[in-house]
């Protein structure tokens, strides 16, 4: 399930023709796709807002892909989960509350996050999981492919596919899979 962070002043919908709230700066999940409910009760695994491991077996950290947009003066950030290693999952623990974490070399992953609204799909797209200073959420290269993902990491959206993708959203009914 995606989150809605918000940024922009309310906008029109093009699906319904309603005015809706404020356009959103973002989008983000709370667990990585791989988990599942009854993981919280297996003492291998954990779930917190930055960290999960799925028996002692799969690591994740949660992160930002950020877009550009192209006209104003903000970002669009998609939070995000990236499989890492055990070793990188570690050194990131060991280094989180460290002033010298950002400048740690990046950690290699895979995109753990389903964003239902690329095709093909964004789970499994190779990733640069990057530290940044302490309290500030890490954030994630995607390697450079023709994923359409990738490409507007790359190039940048407009406001206009920030409302797009924010119609997505607010009506799945009419848009995601059709």
């Known amino acids: 399930m995606l989150s809605r962070m918000s940024s922009a002043p309310e906008f029109l919908c093009s699906c319904c ?17 791989h988990w599942r409910e009854e993981l919280a009760d297996d003492p291998a695994s954990l779930l917190t807002g930055e960290q999960c491991v799925i028996e002692n077996q799969h690591f994740f950290l949660r992160a930002r892909i950020i877009l550009p947009v192209l006209d104003a003066d903000h970002r669009f950030e ?9 070793k990188n999952y570690y050194r ?16 290699f ?31 994630v290269e995607l390697a450079p492919t023709d994923h359409p993902l990738s490409v507007e990491q790359r190039t940048g959206v407009t406001v206009a596919r920030i409302q797009q993708i924010a119609e997505i959203f607010l009506h799945p009914e009419l848009t995601i899979g059709a």
């Open 92 to 107: 990131a623990g060991a280094m989180w509350g460290n002033p010298d974490r950002a400048a740690e070399p990046p950690y």
């Open 109 to 139: 992953g895979w995109l753990a996050t389903d964003l239902p609204i690329y095709d093909p799909p964004t789970v499994n797209l190779k990733t640069q999981f990057r530290t940044q200073a302490v309290g500030v959420r890490p954030t």
């Open 78 to 86: 998609w939070g995000v989960w990236v499989s890492v290693s055990r």
């Open 17 to 33: 023709g309603e005015r809706h709230g404020t356009l959103p700066s973002g989008y983000g999940t709370l667990a990585p796709v």
